[in-house]
Structures are given as C-alpha cells and as structure tokens.
C-alpha cells in the first residue's frame, strides 16, 4: 500500500522558517516524480513545487522561488520542503503527492499544517 | 498561468440524480486535465486523468469529457458517498493549476 507521511509543519512567525518531511513507503520511491501541494483554509490546492525522480529536474511556483527549496532523498525514501522567510500568505496545509506515471498527483499525504503569525 | 474556471460553484441534487460540472480553461490545455474528489479532512483522490480515463478504483458512475478549454464531469447516479468537493486541474503548462471546486450537496 502507498503511504505517504508528512511531518514538520506548526506554528511559525512571519520570516521564519520550517523544513517539511515526507517519508514514503509501498512504493519504488526512487522511480517516481513527487510535489508538494498546498491548501489554504477555504481555498482550492495549489501546486507548490515538483521534483523528478533523480532530483535533477526541479519546478517552483513563482510565489515561493527564492524561499522555498525542495529536496528528495532516494536512500530515506523521503521528500523534503525547505521554507524559508515564510509569509502569512503561505499559512496552507501541506500535502506530498506522488505523480503518477501520467504525470497526475494519484497519491498524496494526509498533509502537515503551516500557520505563519506572529 | 492557466486559470480554470469551475461551474457552478454549488449543486444541489438528491441522490440517484445526474450531477453535471464544468470546468473551463483559459487557453487549451489539449486534454491534460484531471478531477479530484476532497471530503472534509481528506487529501483529494484522483477521480479522472487525460480529461475522460478513469483512476483505479474509481466507480463507473463517475465520467469525464471534453478537450482544449471545456470539460465536464458526470456523476451518473449520486451516492451518498459523492456529495463532497470537487476540482479540476491541468498539466498542459507549468505552473500547474487547479480550478476553484464545485460543492455538490444535498438537496
């Protein structure tokens, strides 16, 4: 079975910083593409950051260029999301989800909850 | 950026009725478009790939169509299961996008 856990997330003041983990299991991790996808309160998800399977190719949106890094680890089987001078506007759940072999998001975590306030 | 546009924003239907969304690109994503599900304190489940494939495991009474910028999904016969949101998102261009949800509820 695919798992995917999340972790790392909490409370956070404005320009802070937090790293997101995300262990995977059930799966060849090493051989799939994976993101990170966010979710604000309210809001529909939104597409954060990409990762090929290798670490080679590498995606941001443009809100978060410059600040978020994203990092995967093949030999842990875990996702990495490195958020520095956080802003309010990045206060979302966030959830790893795996890219499937079409290049759709057909697994996800059960997220990790960021707050940025002071 | 692709901006998608999901309408209506709420349906309410009974369940055993047809539900109908739409989702309208700004520019043709040819038929790189994708549904999710998402329930209360759920992460969404993919529903719908490639604009019309079913995902594993997904139940036969859900079907997507369309192409270049209009697409829909049918809920062929709602189950109780079904009322929840939904969305869609493209892959024809980087940054990918989801479009704003539909709530299907209960009348």
């Known amino acids: 079975e695919v798992q995917l856990v999340e972790s790392g997330g909490g409370l956070v003041q404005p320009g802070g910083s937090l790293r997101l983990s995300c262990a995977a299991s059930?799966?060849?991790?090493?051989?799939?593409?994976m993101n990170w996808v966010r979710q604000a309160p309210g809001k529909g998800p939104e597409w954060v950051s990409y990762?090929?399977?290798?670490?080679?190719?590498?995606y941001y949106r443009d809100s978060v260029k410059g600040r978020f890094t994203i990092s995967r680890d093949n030999a842990k089987n875990s996702l990495y999301l490195q958020m520095n001078s956080l802003r309010a506007e990045d206060t979302a759940v966030y959830y790893c989800a795996r890219f499937s072999a079409w290049n759709w998001f057909d697994s996800w975590g059960q997220g990790t909850r960021v707050t940025v306030s002071s | 950026e692709i901006v998608l546009t999901q309408s209506p924003a709420t349906l309410s239907l009974s369940p055993g009725e047809r539900a109908t969304l739409s989702c309208r690109a700004s520019?043709?994503?040819?038929?790189?478009l994708a549904w999710y599900q998402q329930k209360p304190g759920q992460a969404p489940r993919l529903l719908i790939y490639?604009?019309?494939n079913t995902a594993t495991g997904i139940p036969a009474r859900f079907s997507g169509s369309g192409s270049g910028t209009d697409f829909t999904l049918t809920i062929s016969s709602l189950e109780p299961e079904d009322f929840a949101l939904y969305y869609c998102?493209?892959?024809?261009?980087?940054?990918?996008?989801f479009g704003g949800g539909t709530k299907v509820e209960i009348k």
């Open positions: 059930g799966f060849a991790f090493s051989s799939y593409e």
């Open positions: 490639d604009a019309s």
């Open positions: 990762i090929g399977s290798s670490g080679s190719k590498i």
């Open positions: 520019q043709s994503v040819t038929t790189y």
């Open positions: 998102q493209q892959r024809g261009n980087w940054p990918l996008t």
